[in-house]
């Protein structure tokens, strides 16, 4: 490479970096903002329809093996909701509910002494659901507690539910519920 090319590299380099750390440079006002965020580099939030706020609901599976869990809610019309989600050894997933979310527990808002989640007894990494249909399991003692909105939790909030080995309870398995308040507390 010449000297000349060299420098202009260098001097095109440096000029970029300047204008970029000036905020002079904004690549929103150049490329369209939905193939940045394609490319991973433009806004990392994930957005609800409309202006809708939500209740973040996370289910863990704190165990060594697989498991199944039971959400269920009372949604906005005082109807109950339910959606269930087979989890890997470690695994997390989440889901965003639209508020205003009533009431929510693991296990059946309308009848808390129904099985929070299922254990699998096979290898901790399965989460097929037609392998773990056939699959011995161990369900995990009820909840049994009907968290409220404005009481245990309120819109923007996250709640995390887990599943966690236990020497406390007759299954061996425990569930438990962590609330992190939306203002960071």
């Known amino acids: 490479m010449s000297f000349r090319r060299g420098m202009a590299t ?4 440096a000029l970029a970096a300047a204008l970029c750390g000036c905020s002079l440079l904004n690549l929103d006002t150049f490329l369209n903002p939905e193939l940045l965020t394609s490319l991973g580099l433009g806004e990392k939030v994930a957005t609800l329809p409309g202006d809708a706020p939500g209740l973040l609901v996370a289910t ?3 165990t060594s093996r697989p498991c199944h869990v039971f959400v269920s809610y009372r949604d906005p019309n ?3 909701q339910t959606y269930t989600a087979n989890l890997a050894a470690g695994d997390e997933t989440a889901q965003m509910l639209v508020c205003p979310v009533q009431e929510i527990t693991l296990g059946d808002v309308s009848n808390l ?3 929070a989640a299922r254990v699998y007894l096979v290898a901790g990494t399965v989460t097929d659901a037609t392998t773990l249909a056939s699959a011995p399991y161990i ?3 009820a909840f049994g507690v009907l968290l409220r909105e404005e009481v245990n939790y309120n819109c923007g909030d996250g709640l995390t539910f887990t599943i966690e080995e236990s020497a406390l309870t007759r299954s061996g398995y425990q569930a438990f519920a962590y609330i992190r308040p939306a203002s960071g507390q």
């Open 113 to 115: 002494q129904t099985a």
């Open 60 to 62: 863990a599976n704190r």
């Open 78 to 80: 005082d109807n109950v």
């Open 10 to 13: 260098v001097c095109g380099a």
């Open 139 to 141: 369900e995990v003692d």
